[in-house]
C-alpha cells in the first residue's frame, strides 16, 4: 500500500514539476511565453475583481508572478512526492490563485468555443484541487502512531 501511495503522488506531482520545468527553460528575461499569454488574463481578471468586488489589486509584474508559479510547483510537488501536507498546501496554493487567472471562462458567451475549451480545464484544476484537499483530509485523519510504552515489571 505505502508503494502504491508514492507512485501516485510522484505521478501526481509530476503534473506540476513538469510544468514547472518547461516555464523555468522559458523564462527568460522577460517571463517567457508564460508571461505573455497570462498579462492579457491578468489583466482582465483584475478589472473584474474591481468592478465587482471594489478592491483594486496591486500592480504586479507577470515575471514575478510567473516565478512564484515556478517556485509554488516545484517545491510542493517535490515535497508532495515525499508526502508532505506541506507540499500539497503549496500546490493547493497555487491552484488558488492560477486556476481563476488562466481559465478565465466566465469572460466569454457559453456559445463561444473558448467558453466549452476554458470551462473544461477548469473543472480539471478544480478536480486536482480536491485531490490535494482530500489528501490533506486523509493526511490529518490518520492516527499518530504512539510509542508503544515498556510493560511493566512484575515484582513478587
Known amino acids: 500500500m505505502a508503494f502504491a501511495s508514492f507512485v501516485g503522488r510522484v505521478l501526481f506531482a509530476s503534473v506540476f514539476i513538469l510544468s514547472a520545468y518547461q516555464e523555468f527553460h522559458e523564462y527568460g528575461v522577460d517571463g517567457g511565453p508564460s508571461a505573455k499569454a497570462l498579462k492579457p488574463k491578468f489583466d482582465a481578471f483584475a478589472h473584474r475583481v474591481h468592478s465587482q468586488v471594489g478592491f483594486q489589486l496591486p500592480e504586479i509584474d507577470i515575471k514575478f508572478l510567473i516565478a512564484g508559479a515556478i517556485a509554488l510547483k516545484g517545491i510542493g ?5 515525499l508526502g508532505s501536507s506541506f ?13 481563476p487567472i488562466r481559465y478565465d471562462f466566465y469572460n466569454y458567451d457559453s456559445e463561444d468555443k473558448e467558453f466549452t475549451q476554458l470551462f473544461i480545464k477548469f473543472t480539471q484544476n478544480m478536480a486536482l484541487f480536491g ?6 483530509g486523509m493526511k490529518n485523519s490518520i492516527p499518530r502512531r504512539l510509542p508503544k510504552k515498556a510493560p511493566k515489571t512484575k515484582t513478587y
Open 87 to 99: 507540499g500539497a498546501a503549496l500546490l493547493l496554493l497555487h491552484q488558488l490563485i492560477a486556476t
Open 131 to 136: 485531490a490535494l484537499l482530500f489528501f490533506i
Open 77 to 81: 510537488g517535490v515535497l508532495f512526492i
